[in-house]
């Protein structure tokens, strides 16, 4: 954290949003403001700079057309990249997570070039991966199962420098037998949209980086509900 409170950047909201994705802003928001931490959080639309100040960079999905420009004004704009060297953290969506990696699949399934944060090359899969997604979380990373929805057509192959974030349990995710990829403070997932609402343990993660030091614990009830409806209804 580089000042008092936590800076927050919701990249291309009129790009990258088709989900709900602000979703994850408002959990990181609410959950920090639970400890007393105070947030900032600035929207930065395609046409704008990415500040390089960030501490919590978010990416959504999107279709694959408002991906392809997102990708390419990240990597005219260069922002992004430089807070990741800074040592930010970044949380990206689907069609965020795709354009983290070197190459992802167009509309027509063409190689179109990302933006090379992360060592992860996705392509068109032969079907569209769509329902539920619950993943065992890689044991570094000491949070519980993640669990959401997945609505994609691509699939991402991961290369030596990254690490799955989840062996998948139930759904697609890469399409390799794990979902989503992560290095250091870059997180990238197939689930979609709001995803940190069901995994308050990976919206805690990305906080405790943000600041440094680990949270305090919160009441969790509701969540914890929230959380046992949907792993129950989908593991049974
Ligand atoms: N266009 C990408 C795909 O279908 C990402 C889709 C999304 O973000 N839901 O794989």
């Known amino acids: ?91 990206a969506v689907c069609a965020g997570y795709q354009l983290l990696g070197t190459e992802f699949g167009g509309e027509e399934g063409q190689p179109v070039e990302g933006i090379g944060l992360l060592d992860i090359r996705s392509g068109r899969g032969e079907r569209r991966a769509v329902g539920e997604i619950v993943g065992e979380v890689d044991s570094a990373l000491g949070i519980p199962k993640i669990t959401g929805f997945e609505n994609h057509q691509g699939v991402t192959h991961l290369g030596p420098s990254v690490r799955p974030l989840a062996k998948t349990v139930v759904g697609v995710g890469n399409g390799d037998g794990y979902e989503g990829a992560y290095r250091d403070h870059t997180v990238g997932t197939y689930m979609h949209g709001p995803a940190l609402v069901r995994n308050p343990a990976l919206a805690d993660l990305l906080l405790w980086w943000a600041v440094g030091q680990e949270l305090q614990p919160i009441d969790d009830s509701w969540a914890g509900r929230l959380r046992e409806e949907r792993l129950n209804s989908v593991l049974t």
Not at 40 to 54: L, M
């Open 1 to 91: 954290m580089r000042s008092d409170r936590i800076k927050i950047v919701w990249i291309y909201p009129d790009l990258l949003s088709t989900y709900g994705d602000q979703g994850n802003c408002i959990v990181l928001e609410r959950r920090a403001a639970l400890r007393g931490i105070p947030t900032q959080t600035v929207n930065v639309r395609s046409d704008e700079a990415v500040p390089v100040d960030g501490d919590i960079y978010l990416l959504g999905g999107g279709e694959d057309r408002p991906q392809i420009l997102a990708a390419q004004r990240l990597r005219a704009d260069g922002g992004l990249a430089r807070a990741a060297q800074y040592g930010s953290v970044i949380f």
